[in-house]
């Protein structure tokens, strides 16, 4: 069974980091992409970055390009999301999800962890 | 910038009710689209990829259909479960886009 477990979201002051992690089960970790996708308080589904299996793509969304970096370590079946600058307006449960497929980075997502709430409040 | 527009933005039936979410891409994008339910403290699920295809386990009173820039997703007898909020995603490049979500109540 494939299993997505996020962690890391806290309480932060604006213009502060935090990363956050998606570890990850059930399926053989560095043949899938890895994709962030967040929801503001009462909002909806907004995507943020995604990662090929082996690390060597990134993608990123025009409203954290510059701020956030996604990172995986194959080894610990992990994926990390280093967030920099950060404004209110990121204030949002982030998921972490797999795509359906293991040629695509970029694509629809069959399993979805349950999220960690990241607030960025002064 | 690439908009994914999804009407109505609320919607409400009554149980064995035909209800349809329609989704339209602001570019012609073919059948790169999935649907998606949440409910109310959970993640969301997929129900829709390739604008029709059913994922595995997903009951066959969902159906999604079209191409190009028009997309809808049909539930054919509305069931009390079914209450949940509904998204439609493009998928054929970056940025990955989501439509703005329909919350359906019974």
């Known amino acids: 069974e494939v299993q997505l477990v996020e962690s890391g979201g806290e309480l932060v002051l604006p213009g502060g980091s935090l990363r956050l992690s998606c570890a990850a089960s059930g399926f053989t970790f560095n043949t899938n992409a890895i994709n962030w996708v967040r929801q503001a308080p009462g909002k909806g589904l907004e995507w943020v970055s995604a990662i090929s299996g082996f690390g060597s793509s990134t993608y990123y969304a025009d409203s954290v390009k510059g701020r956030f970096t996604v990172s995986r370590d194959n080894s610990r079946n992990t994926v990390f999301l280093q967030m920099d600058s950060l404004r209110v307006e990121d204030t949002a449960v982030y998921y972490c999800?797999?795509?359906?497929?293991?040629?695509?980075?970029?694509?629809?997502?069959?399993?979805w962890g349950r999220g960690t709430l990241v607030t960025v409040s002064s | 910038d690439f908009q994914m527009t999804q009407s109505p933005s609320s919607l409400s039936a009554s149980v064995g009710d035909r209800v349809t979410i329609t989704c339209r891409a602001s570019?012609?994008?073919?059948?790169?689209v999935a649907w998606y339910q949440q409910k109310p403290g959970e993640s969301p699920k997929l129900l829709i990829y390739g604008a029709s295809s059913l994922q595995s386990g997903v009951p066959s009173r969902f159906s999604g259909s079209g191409s190009g820039t028009d997309f809808s997703l049909t539930i054919s007898s509305l069931q009390p479960e079914d209450v949940a909020t509904y998204y439609c995603q493009r998928y054929n490049g970056a940025p990955l886009t989501f439509g703005q979500g329909t919350r359906l109540d019974i």
């Open positions: 999800a797999t795509v359906a497929s293991t040629r695509y980075t970029l694509y629809y997502f069959d399993h």
């Open positions: 570019q012609g994008i073919s059948n790169f």
